[in-house]
């Protein structure tokens, strides 16, 4: 079975910051890794994805996720948040790109 | 490219009542799946369908909680009877097959009263 735990409940930074949102997995098996975004209200849009080949991953938004097997993690950084960044951040897994297991979510609160 | 369309946005029941909501795929999706998600947690899948066969309904309340997609297109996910534990977002997902990305609709709101 999969598990994904986000080390962070909430991560309150300032505008332009840099900032990481930390996600660790355990799995038996090889996996595929997916941070999503919730903006309040809305559905999850795909920010990126981890399937195979080079382990740092480009996003969208300027988001980028760097994945390490031996620490089985996927973090997400981004240089630079802006006060839109500012929303619900789930990472995921899935031994196929469909049936997705969720983290607990991570609240990204971007200050003036 | 129109996207996921779920129905109603928002819906607010007593316990011990029913509750239906629709979820229209991206057209050609063979894929549709449906997620809880209970405040301030992850979405957890509940059932998911390949074409209209289901997948995998394993973390299915089967004692209250049906799903259909009986033309292998749009679906329904009905509640009855409803428990508190029932609020939350109910968000349905499709995918063009079973092992590509999944786009998300808005979601359902459910509270129970």
């Known amino acids: 079975a999969q598990s994904v735990t986000q080390l962070d409940s909430q991560v309150p930074v300032f505008e332009e910051a840099p900032v990481e949102l930390r996600c660790n997995y355990s799995s038996s098996v090889s996996v595929y890794l997916f941070w999503y975004v919730q903006y309040p209200n809305q559905g999850l849009q795909l920010l990126l994805k981890y399937l195979s080949g080079s382990t740092l991953v480009k996003g969208i938004n300027g988001f980028e996720a760097e994945f390490n097997k031996s620490q089985t993690s996927f973090h997400l950084r981004k240089p630079s948040v802006h006060i839109s960044d500012t929303a619900e951040y789930f990472c995921a897994v899935s031994r196929y790109t469909g049936k997705l297991i969720f983290g607990q979510g991570t609240t990204l609160q971007v200050k003036p | 490219e129109a996207g996921v369309a779920q129905s109603p946005r928002y819906k607010i029941i007593e316990k011990r009542q029913s509750v239906a909501f629709w979820c229209n795929p991206i057209s050609g999706h063979a894929t549709l799946y449906w997620y809880q998600q209970i405040l301030g947690q992850g979405p957890k899948l509940l059932i998911q369908?390949?074409?209209?066969?289901?997948?995998?309904d394993s973390q299915l309340p089967k004692d209250r909680f049906s799903a259909e997609r009986l033309k292998g297109v749009d679906s329904t996910l009905k509640i009855q009877p409803a428990k508190l534990e029932d609020s939350a977002v109910y968000l349905c997902a499709s995918s063009l097959n079973g092992d590509t990305e999944a786009f998300f609709g808005q979601g359902t709101r459910l509270t129970v009263v």
């Open positions: 369908f390949q074409n209209n066969g289901v997948v995998d």
